[in-house]
T-cell receptor
Framework: DIQMTQSPSSLSASVGDRVTITCRAS??????LAWFQQKPGKAPKALIVTASSLQSGVPSRFSGSGSGTEFTLTITNLQPEDFATYFCQQYNNLPLTFGQGTTLDIK | QVQLQESGPRVVKPSQTLSLTCTVS??????????WSWIRQPAGKGLEWIGR???????NYNPSLESRVTISLGPSNNQFSLEVTSVTAADTAVYFCAREGVGGYGDGTKLFWYSDLWGRGTLITVSS
């Protein structure tokens, strides 16, 4: 299985800040990586697919980059509704695998 | 607007079979454009992809669970189901159903599928 190592596991920031979350794959996954946002009691929401393509309706303050084994999710100008848990998913190989998640909370 | 909702017994006894159903509203599990899948997350741990099914009944499973898991279409046209046999406490988790959509095309013909829409999840506890 492809291991996805996500960092940091938690992050404190303020409204208006810029934050970056990283996912590293244990082998080359090309650009087949998605990013998700999860809030307590809610369904996880896909934000970005193929490493950098924003899903419809997702604000442009979210962006993704990377290919191969290293990927980043960047959120600029943090808004109150952005405080949540974020995780990545590789879908280059079966079984699909996930990063452990990053909890973003208010400083 | 497509939505997915998990349902089933919330408590299962050890050694018995866990059975869950996902009801899809606003879409059909007969769609040729999607797979339908199950994912779980034990408390304090990461997400684990269990497996998926296509409209033909074709399935893929996580090798770590394959011997105990069955994913099937139905019981009705807009539902798909999960069974996990011989459960133990290690199977206690939040179980999500999800739709998989195409997230890229490789080598011109191969499709790559990702979890593009999820249910809210349901906590299943294995306990006597």
């Amino acid at each position: 299985d492809i291991q996805m190592t996500q960092s940091p596991s938690s992050l404190s920031a303020s409204v208006g800040d810029r934050v970056t979350i990283t996912c590293r794959a244990s082998q080359d996954i090309r650009r087949y990586l998605a990013w998700f946002q999860q809030k307590p009691g809610k369904a996880p929401k896909a934000l970005i697919v193929t490493a950098s393509s924003l899903q419809s309706g997702v604000p442009s303050r979210f962006s993704g980059s990377g290919s191969g084994t290293e990927f980043t999710l960047t959120i600029t100008n943090l808004q109150p509704e952005d405080f949540a848990t974020y995780f990545c998913q590789q879908y280059n190989n079966l079984p699909l695998t996930f990063g452990q998640g990053t909890t973003l909370d208010i400083k | 607007q497509v939505q997915l909702q998990e349902s089933g017994p919330r408590v299962v006894k050890p050694s018995q079979t866990l059975s869950l159903t996902c009801t899809v509203s606003g879409a059909s599990v007969s769609s040729i454009s999607h797979y339908w899948s199950w994912i779980r997350q034990p408390a304090g741990k990461g997400l684990e992809w269990i497996g998926r099914i296509y409209n033909s009944g074709y399935t893929n499973y996580n090798p770590s669970l394959e011997s105990r898991v069955t994913i099937s279409l139905g019981p009705s046209n807009n539902q798909f189901s999960l069974e996990v046999t011989s459960v133990t406490a290690a199977d206690t988790a939040v179980y999500f159903c999800a739709r998989e959509g195409v997230g890229g095309y490789g080598d011109g013909t191969k499709l790559f599928w990702y979890s593009d829409l999820w249910g809210r999840g349901t906590l299943i506890t294995v306990s006597s």
